[in-house]
């Protein structure tokens, strides 16, 4: 299994659509960086956000999911509250190949601020806008500019095809599309 380069995130994505829309090159003055880079890509965060609130003092649960928990938000910058969570979803829309497995990471930019971005593996053959978890760990509240940098994805292509794909076994998150709160198969 090898680290894919720019070269090959290049080739799979303007032919084979892997990532739409695809920013060829890294993007950097002014904002928080975005685009191709070396060993990865830099995905952006859209302007829409659900931001964890606890106004409504509901149990956050997993399994029954109550959307009061969350206030939908979407502009510009949006301001994570001291100690709080939300949620966002990449400008990009994925296509991974079946023999890939890609991982995400949160960019320095916001982890030197406290702002800590979790996003779960996109398993070979998703498709699909991301959802990105965002924490603000800090006592204060803390900006997240939409439509700029949020995270880095790593390509990583195995050495053969998987038996089972995320599509063969019809992943609940399949082709989503905007920001998706948690579901369970039923």
């Given at each position: 299994?090898?680290?894919?380069?720019?070269?090959?995130?290049?080739?799979?994505?303007?032919?084979?659509?892997?990532?739409?829309?695809?920013?060829?090159?890294?993007?950097?003055k002014?904002?928080?960086?975005?685009?191709?880079?070396?060993?990865?890509y830099d995905?952006?965060?859209?302007?829409?956000?659900?931001?964890?609130?606890?106004?409504?003092?509901?149990?956050?649960?997993?399994?029954?999911?109550?959307?009061?928990?969350?206030?939908?938000?979407?502009?510009?910058?949006?301001?994570?509250?001291?100690?709080?969570?939300?949620?966002?979803?990449?400008?990009?829309?994925?296509?991974?190949?079946?023999?890939?497995?890609?991982?995400?990471?949160g960019?320095?930019?916001?982890?030197r601020?406290?702002?800590?971005?979790?996003?779960?593996?996109?398993?070979?053959?998703?498709?699909?806008?991301?959802?990105?978890?965002?924490?603000?760990?800090?006592?204060?509240?803390?900006?997240?500019?939409?439509?700029?940098?949020?995270?880095?994805?790593?390509?990583?292509?195995?050495?053969?095809?998987?038996?089972?794909?995320?599509?063969?076994?019809?992943?609940?998150?399949?082709?989503?599309?905007?920001?998706?709160?948690?579901?369970?198969?039923?």
């Amino acid at each position: 299994m090898g680290l894919k380069e720019d070269r090959w995130i290049t080739d799979m994505a303007l032919p084979h659509n892997m990532i739409e829309p695809f920013c060829e090159n890294q993007v950097g003055k002014n904002v928080v960086s975005y685009g191709l880079s070396s060993y990865g890509y830099d995905i952006r965060v859209s302007n829409e956000f659900k931001i964890f609130t606890n106004i409504n003092a509901t149990v956050v649960d997993p399994k029954n999911f109550d959307e009061a928990n969350v206030v939908d938000f979407i502009g510009d910058i949006c301001i994570v509250p001291p100690n709080s969570f939300a949620l966002a979803r990449t400008v990009e829309y994925f296509r991974i190949p079946r023999d890939v497995l890609a991982i995400c990471l949160g960019k320095s930019t916001y982890a030197r601020c406290g702002i800590i971005v979790n996003v779960t593996p996109f398993e070979p053959e998703f498709e699909g806008h991301i959802t990105i978890e965002i924490s603000n760990t800090t006592p204060l509240p803390a900006k997240i500019y939409a439509n700029e940098g949020i995270a880095q994805v790593l390509f990583l292509q195995g050495d053969a095809d998987c038996e089972v794909s995320y599509k063969d076994k019809k992943g609940k998150y399949q082709k989503q599309e905007g920001i998706t709160l948690p579901r369970i198969l039923k």
